[in-house]
Nanobody
Framework: QVQLVESGGGLVQAGGSLRLSCAAS????????MAWFRQAPGKEREFVAG??????????YYADSVKGRFTISRDNVKNTVYLQMNSLKPEDTALYYC????????????????WGQGTQVTVSS
């Protein structure tokens, strides 16, 4: 079993910044593909950002809606993945989830067998 625990969410004004963290337990964190998803009330869970594992060349992926504002990174020594969120907008308000896969980064939630409990991000206008 793999456990993922998100933290760092909160209430912030538009234009502000937050840094989300996802602490992972497991035997092969460095080789796992990691991703962030978000889900707003009444909407589908959507891909936000992903980062490849050590089995391939390091690559990051972003949804068009967050490109240039969000940055995903990982620290394989600390078994932690981060999402730095800058220039936040009210439409970024959602429950943010960390997810892990043993394979490649994909853009659909069904591709990830491991999930955290979520951390709430609320951006006021």
């Amino acid at each position: 079993q793999v456990q993922l625990v998100e933290s760092g969410g909160g209430l912030v004004q538009a234009g502000g910044s937050l840094r989300l963290s996802c602490a992972a337990s497991g035997r092969s964190f460095s080789s796992a593909a990691m991703a962030w998803f978000r889900q707003a009330p009444g909407k589908e869970r959507e891909f936000v950002a992903g980062i490849s594992g050590s089995w391939s060349a390091s690559s990051t992926y972003y949804a068009d809606s967050v490109k240039g504002r969000f940055t995903i990174s990982r620290d394989n020594v600390k078994n932690t993945v981060y999402l730095q969120m800058n220039s936040l907008k009210p439409e970024d308000t959602a429950l943010y989830y960390c997810a892990a896969s043993n394979f490649v980064v994909v853009f659909t939630a069904t591709g990830y067998p491991y999930w955290g409990q979520g951390t709430q991000v609320t951006v006021s206008s």
